[in-house]
């Protein structure tokens, strides 16, 4: 792994594939370190060909932390935000979709596909929707518009969720986060063992509590940004699971309603995770979208 200074920030990535080609970044959701993209996602990724590039984005894993900024209210911001007023935040979206670029900038790299997945997906979408000329492709995975009535989660997965522990307790961490996952698994939940070492090893690796509510309050104030994805001119995939009980399909529907052109791919049964199989139908759908994109370079396979 490396890093590199951008947009004022630090942000530790990781590099896997040919240099020479082309730039698949891989973005990822609230709170998860760029560990959580599945391994066999990236490494049959880079075996197409692709230059592929996965980071913790602020406030996350290895990335610079915002401490300082203190921890706001995330039920204050959503009031605010309700009632029409841009509440103020840590950092927003926009922000996180700079720290992309900036990533870009700091690797010099012109151009890439981009893949965001929850979070990473809003993310993935502003940086498409800002910074046109530097995204190939849009690719959004189990994410939303942020229209309030798109994508609520249930009430089970929103209680459950809101139950983390406060505390340092590793065991606890991992428990709540094994039962989290079945949670939002969809009829793909994967296998407890491997999501409790997962969670295990990533706790340990780094722990961030401020940082998840950070990161949730720029969600937060973002709000609706179906005005912002209409304006998009990059080539779309929308990727959601029918099953998703945290971000639920109607989210997925509406941001391929929103974006000009774009495709939706539904996978029957899948959730809010990336579950092994599932793992080779959506690289081939990212590759094939990737591939078939006008003027994009085309990825040579190892």
């Not at 920030?9 to 370190?33: F, N, R, S, V």
């Not at 459950?160 to 094994?178: C, F, K, M, N, Y």
């Not at 179906?226 to 304006?231: E, M, P």
Request: some cysteine; hydrophobic content about 40%.
């Amino acid at each position: 792994m490396a890093r590199v200074h951008a947009n004022g920030i630090e942000i530790e990535y990781e590099e896997t594939g040919p240099k020479d080609g082309p730039a698949m970044l891989l973005i990822m959701g609230l709170g998860a370190q760029l560990v959580r993209w599945p391994l066999s996602m990236v490494e049959a990724l880079a075996e197409r060909g692709y230059r592929v590039i996965r980071f913790d984005n602020r406030d996350v894993g290895l990335s610079t932390k915002l401490d300082e900024a203190g921890v706001p209210n995330v039920m204050w911001t959503a009031v605010q935000r309700q009632f029409g007023r841009v509440p103020a935040v840590p950092y927003t979206l926009t922000d996180m979709a700079a720290d992309t670029v900036g990533l870009m900038d700091a690797l010099s790299i012109p151009r890439a596909h981009v893949v965001g997945a929850s979070m990473g997906g809003m993310i993935a979408q502003l940086v498409a929707a800002g910074w046109r000329d530097r995204v190939d492709t849009l690719t959004s995975i189990m994410s939303t518009t942020g229209h309030p009535t798109c994508s609520r989660p249930t009430m089970r997965t929103t209680a459950l969720l809101l139950r983390h522990p406060r505390g340092d307790d590793l065991e606890a961490i991992v428990a709540h986060g094994t039962l989290a996952g079945r949670a939002v698994g969809g009829r793909f939940p994967i296998e407890e063992g491997l999501m409790a070492e997962r969670i295990r090893s990533e706790t340990l690796r780094n722990r961030c509590a401020g940082g998840f509510v950070r990161q949730m309050a720029a969600i937060v104030a973002d709000g609706d940004r179906t005005a912002r994805l209409r304006t998009i001119t990059t080539p779309t995939l929308v990727i959601h699971g029918t099953d998703d009980p945290l971000v639920p399909c109607t989210g997925g529907r509406q941001t391929a309603q929103a974006i000009p052109g774009a495709r939706l791919m539904e996978i029957d049964g899948m959730g809010h995770t990336l579950p092994p199989p599932l793992i080779a139908p959506i690289v081939d759908a990212i590759d094939t979208h990737a591939r078939t994109a006008p003027s994009a370079p085309v990825a040579r396979a190892a």
